[in-house]
C-alpha cells in the first residue's frame, strides 16, 4: 500500500473510530462535519487539513460553480457550493455575502473561514490533525465535548 493511501486509511479508520467511541459511551455519532468521512480538500492527503488547504478547495469550487465567469457568485450558482462539499450543504447565500449585494465575492467567499477548522482546531494553529478530531469528539463526561465558538454558515 502507498504512503498515500496508508494516511487515506488511516484518517478513515480514525473517524470510524471516533465514531464508534461515541456510540458506544451513548453519545450522539460524529457532528455532521465527519459524517461522511474525512473532508476531501487535503491536497496532499497526509491527514491533516489546513487553511491554505481550504483556501485552495474554496477557490476551486468557486471558480467551479461561477458559471458565467463573471467573477462573483449569484444565488442561482450557490448550489454548486453546496454540493461541492458536505460541509457546505447547508450552507447560507447570506452567510458568505458580507455586504449584502445580492453577489459572493470570491474574496468573500475563499476568506471565510472553514468550519471544519473552526470546530476542530484546538491549538489554534490552523492545521486540524487526527488527535484533534478525536479529542473533540471524545466524551469528556455526561455532557459530551465541550464546544468552542465558532462562526457558522447559519
Known amino acids: 500500500m502507498s504512503p498515500r493511501k496508508s494516511i487515506r486509511w488511516i484518517a478513515a479508520a480514525v473517524t470510524l473510530l471516533v465514531t464508534g467511541v461515541s456510540l458506544a459511551f451513548g453519545q450522539?455519532?460524529?457532528?455532521?462535519?465527519?459524517?461522511?468521512?474525512?473532508?476531501?480538500?487535503?491536497?496532499?492527503?497526509?491527514?491533516v487539513y489546513t487553511c491554505d488547504e481550504w483556501k485552495s478547495f474554496?477557490?476551486?469550487?468557486?471558480?467551479?460553480?461561477?458559471?458565467?465567469?463573471?467573477?462573483?457568485?449569484?444565488r442561482s450558482e450557490?448550489?454548486?457550493?453546496?454540493?461541492?462539499?458536505?460541509?457546505l450543504a447547508?450552507?447560507?447565500?447570506?452567510?458568505?455575502?458580507?455586504n449584502q449585494d445580492?453577489?459572493?465575492?470570491?474574496?468573500?467567499?475563499?476568506?471565510?473561514?472553514?468550519?471544519?477548522?473552526?470546530?476542530?482546531?484546538?491549538?489554534g494553529d490552523c492545521r486540524v490533525t487526527a488527535d484533534e478530531i478525536k479529542a473533540?469528539?471524545?466524551p469528556k463526561g455526561p455532557e459530551g465535548p465541550p464546544e468552542r465558538p465558532r462562526d457558522v454558515f447559519h
Open 28 to 47: 450522539p455519532a460524529q457532528d455532521g462535519m465527519l459524517k461522511n468521512g474525512p473532508p476531501i480538500w487535503d491536497a496532499n492527503h497526509d491527514g
Open 102 to 123: 445580492g453577489k459572493i465575492m470570491r474574496k468573500e467567499f475563499v476568506d471565510k473561514p472553514s468550519v471544519f477548522i473552526l470546530r476542530f482546531d484546538r491549538n
Open 58 to 74: 474554496a477557490d476551486r469550487i468557486f471558480t467551479a460553480a461561477d458559471r458565467n465567469h463573471d467573477g462573483h457568485l449569484d
Open 78 to 87: 450557490f448550489p454548486a457550493i453546496q454540493k461541492a462539499d458536505a460541509a
Open 136 to 138: 473533540a469528539a471524545t
Open 90 to 98: 447547508d450552507a447560507d447565500f447570506d452567510y458568505f455575502d458580507e
